[in-house]
T-cell receptor
Framework: GAVVSQHPSRVICKSGTSVKIECRSL??????MFWYRQFPKKSLMLMAT?????????EQGVEKDKFLINHASLTLSTLTVTSAHPEDSSFYIC????????????FGQGTRLTVV | GDSVTQMEGPVTLSEEAFLTINCTYT??????LFWYVQYPGEGLQLLLK?????DKGSNKGFEATYRKETTSFHLEKGSVQVSDSAVYFC??????????FGKGTTLSVSS
């Protein structure tokens, strides 16, 4: 099946710094990528949807200036957590949809962010 | 809007027991339905899917049937193994939108 690679898998950063998370589709072109945040009680919250070459669409309540999303190519999307604070600590998961398939989405391995 | 409701759990079973995890959905269109599995510390993996009514998705002994009349997509397995211990998410997608997930059900299987 299609492979989505997310990097890094774990990162620890200091409060006030920024962290970039990469999401790559390895064997297909991802016209649309999604970023989710998973909270300790398992639920997945959709943060934003990004389409290649255009601005991301953020879900209500997600700060676009804090969570910068860039989808510059058909195989790469990045999420940058700016001026990170401990409450941003979470598990972030990206998902990519093959442009030729309207339904199925493939997930990266996730990134565990800890802000100290 | 569209939504997915699945049983909360945790579900605790002995090895070789029968598993059912209930999932119902609300959608305005004709969604595709999915079950994803998440092992500890990892991302989500697609377990099975069904794209239209009466379709049955199956994989690794797991099955789920798309029931439009009851708006359900219950996950079943006849004989669970310890290695099936994970969190299971029911999800739907319609009209090219992002997947909408249920809250996840933790399954714990003991030997």
């Amino acid at each position: 099946g299609a492979v989505v690679s997310q990097h890094p898998s774990r990162v620890i950063c200091k409060s006030g710094t920024s962290v970039k998370i990469e999401c790559r589709s390895l064997d297909f072109q991802a016209t649309t990528m999604f970023w989710y945040r998973q909270f300790p009680k398992k639920s997945l919250m959709l943060m934003a949807t990004s389409n290649e070459g255009s601005k991301a669409t953020y879900e209500q309540g997600v700060e676009k200036d804090k969570f910068l999303i860039n989808h510059a190519s058909l195989t790469l999307s990045t999420l940058t957590v700016t001026s990170a604070h401990p409450e941003d600590s979470s598990f972030y998961i990206c998902s990519a949809r093959d442009g030729s398939v309207n339904t199925e989405a493939f997930f990266g391995q996730g990134t565990r962010l800890t802000v100290v | 809007g569209d939504s997915v409701t699945q049983m909360e759990g945790p579900v605790t079973l002995s090895e070789e027991a029968f598993l059912t995890i209930n999932c119902t959905y609300t959608a305005t269109g004709y969604p595709s339905l999915f079950w994803y599995v998440q092992y500890p510390g990892e991302g989500l993996q697609l377990l099975l899917k069904a794209t239209k009514a009466d379709d049955k998705g199956s994989n690794k002994g797991f099955e789920a049937t798309y029931r439009k009349e009851t708006t359900s997509f219950h996950l079943e397995k006849g004989s669970v193994q310890v290695s099936d211990s994970a969190v299971y998410f029911c999800a739907l997608v319609s009209a090219g939108t992002a997947l909408i997930f249920g809250k996840g059900t933790t399954l714990s299987v003991s030997s």
